[in-house]
Nanobody
Framework: EVQLVESGGGLVQPGASLRLSCAASGFTFSIYSMAWFRQAPGKEREGVAR???????TYADSLKGRFTISRNNGANTLYLQMSSLVPEDTAMYYC?????????????????WGQGTQVTVSS
């Protein structure tokens, strides 16, 4: 079965950087697009970034270039490098996989989720 395990979250101060990791198993990771979502208390889950199987990234417009998504297909691992963190970035961050190994995917195509890793940005 599909399994996604996030790690790397924690409590950091504004302006700090943090790298999240997602270990994937149960499917052929290298042929699937992957994504990061986040959900703050009382808010809907929102897409943060997604990356094609070839490594082409797409980001949410609101992130202003502060986040970078990448992948290591040999290690079945997805990453999210976050910089210049602000309190508004505080949320549970989720790794996600889509329903099928296609191209030109959108946020709604992602259907498999990890348990999440908490990121808290506070002074």
């Amino acid at each position: 079965e599909v399994q996604l395990v996030e790690s790397g979250g924690g409590l950091v101060q504004p302006g700090a950087s943090l790298r999240l990791s997602c270990a994937a198993s149960g499917f052929t990771f290298s042929i699937y697009s992957m994504a990061w979502f986040r959900q703050a208390p009382g808010k809907e889950r929102e897409g943060v970034a997604r990356v094609s199987r070839d490594g082409a990234p797409t980001y949410a417009d609101s992130l202003k270039g502060r986040f970078t998504i990448s992948r290591n297909n040999g290690a079945n691992t997805l990453y999210l490098q976050m910089s210049s963190l602000v309190p508004e970035d505080t949320a549970m961050y989720y790794c996600a996989a889509p329903r099928y190994a296609g191209s030109r995917l959108e946020w709604a195509d992602f259907a498999y989720w990890g348990q999440g890793t908490q990121v808290t940005v506070s002074s």
